[in-house]
């Protein structure tokens, strides 16, 4: 399989190859946010987890956005990615931004209510260090796409990984087909 055109970067999706099998990355699709010669971290989007919000953070009760596993790494910190002006957001592309201040995220859900059309919350994330994602993707671990607001706001997290594999077409759609244990066909 021929590597996508896309490099890695703030703003793009790595979707995992059908052959990755590591339960974390099986059929996963990361927004990455960050991007450095000194490693990089990004957010699952397609692993949605079953817990109650408040248990997590009586400051957001009410919320009805879901909470997603957002990687591996440090499985009992919070993350989010949002749509609202919050202070100390870094910006991941347009429309989206990640992290930003707590207390006015707070303070914004109390006074509208927020819903998962403007925030979408992880426990854990996705790190590589130094040049290891980099050695990922050339060893076929991980496919780069563009990604768009779309993609962590609107689609279904059950249908990412197919819908994503498709947009790229060609031989990265055919793959979108495949079986989840081919052994089994």
């Known amino acids: 399989m021929e590597l996508s055109d896309h490099s890695p970067g703030p703003g793009t999706l790595l979707i995992a190859p059908p ?10 699709v990361v927004l990455l946010c960050e991007h450095t010669k000194d490693g990089s971290f990004g957010l699952i989007l397609n692993r949605p987890i079953e817990v109650e919000i408040d248990i997590l953070s009586g400051e ?33 592309m347009d429309g989206v931004g990640w992290g930003g201040d707590f207390d006015t995220l707070k303070a914004l859900h109390r006074e509208q209510s927020l819903t998962g059309q403007h925030l979408k919350l992880f426990l854990g994330y996705s790190g590589w260090g130094a040049g290891q994602l980099h050695d ?9 796409a563009e990604a768009d607001s779309a993609a962590v706001f609107k689609d279904p997290p059950k249908e990412l990984w197919r819908k994503r594999l498709r947009r790229l077409g060609g031989e990265f759609a055919v793959l979108a087909n495949f079986p989840i244990d081919p052994r089994l066909n």
């Open 136 to 144: 990922e993707i050339q060893a076929g671990g991980w496919i780069v």
């Open 60 to 92: 957001l009760a009410g919320f009805e956005g879901g909470l997603s596993f957002g990687g591996p790494v440090q499985p009992d910190t919070l993350h989010f990615l949002h749509r609202l002006d919050l202070p100390e957001t870094a910006s991941v």
């Open 19 to 28: 052959a990755v099998m590591d339960p974390n990355f099986f059929r996963a």
